[in-house]
T-cell receptor, first 115, second 109 residues
Framework: ETGVTQTPRHLVMGMTNKKSLKCEQH?????MYWYKQSAKKPLELMFV???????ENNSVPSRFSPECPNSSHLFLHLHTLQPEDSALYLC??????????????FGPGTRLTVT | GQNIDQPTEMTATEGAIVQINCTYQ??????LFWYQQHAGEAPTFLSYNVLDGLEEKGRFSSFLSRSKGYSYLLLKELQMKDSASYLC??????????WGAGTKLIIKP
């Protein structure tokens, strides 16, 4: 247990569906992240929130919409996804932004399949 | 562009030693991380290097040479539970983590 939980663990959705991924951290951290992990590819950083404010949006398509209501919770809202969006979506948190405090704690991920 | 290179897959024998290399080309450097990820699980932190040299932590050691843009993770007395992917990541000048694709390590009895 890393102190970061994600739900659901597995999700199958059609291209016209709308769903949300949830992440919660119990570590008192100030920064939270969404990553996409595809087979044999580097982790792709999607969004970063620092003190609830979005600080990074790495050219992510608008069909992915993040929400950070407080520093402990992070959501990823999904709509009209494509089959190539099928991947493992990882949430992570860190104490703060910068140097050693960048040590990130990851949740177990949501395995998303888009049909 | 920014790039992290590490071997895709390595195989080693239980009880042996294995070295996983990572080379990087990034815009600036603020530290290098190694993470372990078992299949179907979250990546977990192993080590952090920001100065040149060797950092030892039990059976695992991590080495950094900033002038060569090179790091390695050394695993000693390999155990079956060490079968996992090992991810190398560099913190660039903008404090953004640049990730390698990971090295899948297979341990054989």
């Amino acid at each position: 247990e890393t102190g970061v939980t994600q739900t659901p663990r597995h999700l199958v959705m059609g291209m016209t569906n709308k769903k949300s991924l949830k992440c919660e951290q119990h570590l008192g951290h100030n920064a939270m992240y969404w990553y996409k992990q595809s087979a044999k590819k580097p982790l792709e950083l999607m969004f970063v929130y620092n003190f609830k404010e979005q600080t990074e949006n790495n050219s992510v398509p608008s069909r992915f919409s993040p929400e950070c209501p407080n520093s402990s919770h992070l959501f990823l809202h999904l709509h009209t996804l494509q089959p190539e969006d099928s991947a493992l979506y990882l949430c992570a948190s860190s104490q703060d932004w910068g140097d050693r405090s960048y040590e990130q704690y990851f949740g177990p991920g949501t395995r998303l399949t888009v049909t | 562009g920014q790039n992290i290179d590490q071997p895709t897959e390595m195989t080693a024998t239980e009880g042996a030693i294995v070295q996983i290399n990572c080379t990087y080309q990034t815009s600036g450097f603020n530290g290098l991380f190694w993470y372990q990820q078992h299949a179907g699980e979250a990546p977990t932190f192993l080590s952090y290097n920001v100065l040149d040299g060797l950092e030892e932590k039990g059976r695992f050691s991590s080495f950094l040479s900033r002038s060569k843009g090179y790091s390695y993770l050394l695993l000693k007395e390999l155990q079956m539970k060490d079968s996992a992917s090992y991810l190398c990541a560099v913190l660039d000048s903008n404090y953004q983590l640049i990730w390698g694709a990971g090295t899948k390590l297979i341990i054989k009895p």
